[in-house]
Nanobody, 121 residues
């Protein structure tokens, strides 16, 4: 359902572009989001984007505002996260999912495998 990619190791101040493929049929009408789970911490919301019918409007957590850009390609069912000016605290696993509630399968929240981002000098 969800396949994230694009993570890696980058120096502070560097950039990465994450991508997420949603294979479900509701992508075009779905609010999508990127979430960040830092080591030893709970998963947190980073950025959201509304469906194209609502203008593909983006919103950001204060911690990433001005540095990250979320976008979507509705022809490819993908949502991307362009990350720049990366900081050590951006390290962690990044997941995409629906917003405000994740996909559910068999009554349980479903998350993809995520993609690891490590910001280190």
């Amino acid at each position: 359902q969800l396949v994230e990619s694009g993570g890696g190791v980058v120096q502070p101040g560097g950039s990465l572009n994450l991508s997420c493929l949603h294979s479900g049929g509701i992508f075009r009408v779905a609010h999508m989001a990127w979430y960040h789970q830092a080591p030893g911490k709970q998963r947190e919301l980073g950025a959201t984007i509304t469906p194209p019918g609502l203008g593909s409007v983006a919103n950001y957590a204060d911690s990433v505002k001005g540095r990250f850009t979320i976008s979507r390609d509705n022809t490819k069912n993908t949502v991307s996260l362009q990350m720049s000016s990366l900081k050590a605290e951006d390290t962690g696993v990044y997941f995409c999912n629906l917003y405000p509630r994740p996909i559910t399968l068999d009554g349980k929240d479903y998350w993809g495998q995520g993609t690891q981002v490590t910001v280190s000098s």
